[in-house]
């Protein structure tokens, strides 16, 4: 597409709806059969089709997410809180890991 701006021609790429819109189709073979039971669990769980559960675990996988700084400083002043005066021993350590947690 030719676009005119007093005696400049500028060229712009052609963009076509259609195609920047369009999906791939593709074919998962060889699921193993526990694999395979485990992924149509969670999407009957989550009310979607097996092939739209497969899009939404590859979204959440492969979408970055976006951590807001404010909120884990919350989160850390938050635990600093908690655990002030607390001095961590190796015997504080050992107990805690015969009783187990939580």
Same mark, same amino acid.
Not at 52 to 81: H, M, N, Q, V, Y
């Given at each position: 597409?030719?676009?005119? @701006? ?5 060229? @712009?790429?052609?963009?076509?709806? +259609?195609?920047?819109?369009? +999906?791939?189709?593709?074919?998962? %073979?060889? !699921?193993?059969? %526990?694999?395979? *039971?485990?992924?149509? %669990? &969670? ?6 089709? !097996?092939?739209?559960?497969?899009? =939404?675990?590859? &979204?959440? =996988? ?18 600093? %809180?908690?655990?002030? *005066? ?12 015969? &009783?187990?947690?939580?």
């Amino acid at each position: 597409m030719l676009t005119f @701006k007093g005696n400049r021609t500028i060229m @712009k790429p052609y963009y076509n709806q +259609t195609t920047a819109l369009m +999906t791939m189709n593709y074919t998962i %073979k060889n !699921i193993p059969q %526990k694999l395979f *039971g485990k992924l149509r %669990k &969670e999407a009957e769980q989550n009310r979607r089709s !097996i092939n739209g559960e497969i899009i =939404s675990i590859l &979204e959440a =996988s492969l979408t970055p997410r976006l951590f807001d700084p404010d909120e884990i400083l919350a989160g850390a002043k938050e635990s600093r %809180k908690r655990t002030r *005066g607390v001095l961590l021993d190796q015997d504080l350590i050992d107990r805690a890991k015969r &009783e187990g947690r939580p």
